[in-house]
């Protein structure tokens, strides 16, 4: 369970609740405009596609890295749109070379909709390894698993990631260690920027809405049952997934100064240093480097949590 009372004291929480935030917007129930027939084929068509890719990941291990990380693009998003979630993406992110992809949390579409542009090894917590079916997909994928009691293991963690990073990997993580609802936001905690410093590596900031919020929020005890209820009975959910311009990390003296960078760039909206962002296809954002991905999987961890716990924590 994820309740407040079984959390420890430094592990971030949100104020969101499911009652207060993750409600559809008129208080009455699912979205008669989405119509029950549509949210049942969006439900169905949603979770075979992401059986067909748990399926047909040992087929894609002997491709070429390029292949397999556009068999990822294409994966999560079809994922995403099987769901009825219509996605707009801005910004271009860097082609090739390592990089730490920070972004808000919002919902469980938030990883998926991160891997069909930038491709990455995902924090996770340790939890995750043991669950069903998805545990062993985010085992494939190169899940880095956390153990969130224990403030001990965040080192090791953080030495993890700057391994991957310097060998020309991606890893991404979403620094507010929790889901919030969209409007309001956490802190970005700086412990896994230490990754991008150790690494002398640039961090990708990411902002991600959704319209309406109420139905992609994924917040407290949550069931992921009723999360993909309201997302498939909304009638036009949409995504926009925003990418600032890359930080280097050698422009900062140390992580919290980095983190605190981050977060303003995320806060943004709409522009990028250069100007309005550009709409960009997701499949233009490449990265060919094998690192960002495990040898023996076709896709990233593009799940959330069981019924039982929702929100994903991190400690700082």
């Not at 990883?111 to 939890?127: D, G, Q, S, Y």
């Not at 981050?262 to 522009?271: C, D, F, M, P, S």
Request: charged content about 20%.
């Amino acid at each position: 369970m994820n309740g407040p009372a079984t959390l420890p004291p430094w592990l971030p929480a949100a104020p969101c609740t499911p009652g207060r935030c993750a409600a559809h917007p008129d208080g009455t129930g699912p979205d008669p405009g989405a119509g029950l027939p549509r949210a049942l084929a969006r439900l169905a068509a949603g979770t075979v596609t992401v059986l067909l890719g748990v399926l047909l990941a040992p087929a894609a291990a002997p491709l070429p890295p390029a292949a397999r990380l556009a068999l990822v693009r294409l994966w999560t998003r079809t994922v995403v749109r099987a769901f009825g979630v219509r996605v707009r993406y801005e910004g271009t992110p860097a082609a090739t070379g390592p990089l730490l992809v920070v972004a808000n949390h919002v919902s469980w579409l938030d990883i998926p909709l991160l891997a069909a542009v930038l491709p990455a090894r995902t924090v996770a917590k340790a939890e995750v390894r043991h669950w069903p079916v998805l545990g062993l997909v985010a085992a494939l994928g190169g899940t880095l698993f956390i153990d969130r009691d224990r403030l001990r293991a965040l080192p090791g963690t953080v030495r993890a990631m700057a391994g991957i990073l310097a060998a020309g990997g991606r890893v991404a993580v979403f620094p507010e260690g929790s889901t919030w609802c969209g409007r309001e936001r956490g802190r970005f905690r700086p412990a896994v920027f230490q990754a991008a410093l150790d690494a002398g590596c640039a961090v990708q900031p990411v902002r991600i809405d959704y319209r309406p919020a109420d139905a992609a929020a994924y917040v407290g005890d949550d069931p992921l049952g009723a999360s993909l209820w309201r997302v498939v009975t909304t009638r036009r959910p949409t995504a926009e997934v925003r990418l600032a311009d890359p930080l280097p990390s050698g422009r900062y003296p140390d992580r919290r100064a980095l983190a605190a960078a981050a977060q303003r760039a995320v806060a943004l909206r709409g522009t990028t240093r250069q100007g309005p962002a550009r709409r960009v296809p997701a499949q233009r954002a490449v990265a060919s480097d094998s690192a960002n991905l495990s040898p023996s999987s076709v896709h990233q961890r593009a799940s959330s949590r069981p019924a039982a716990a929702s929100s994903f924590r991190t400690p700082s």
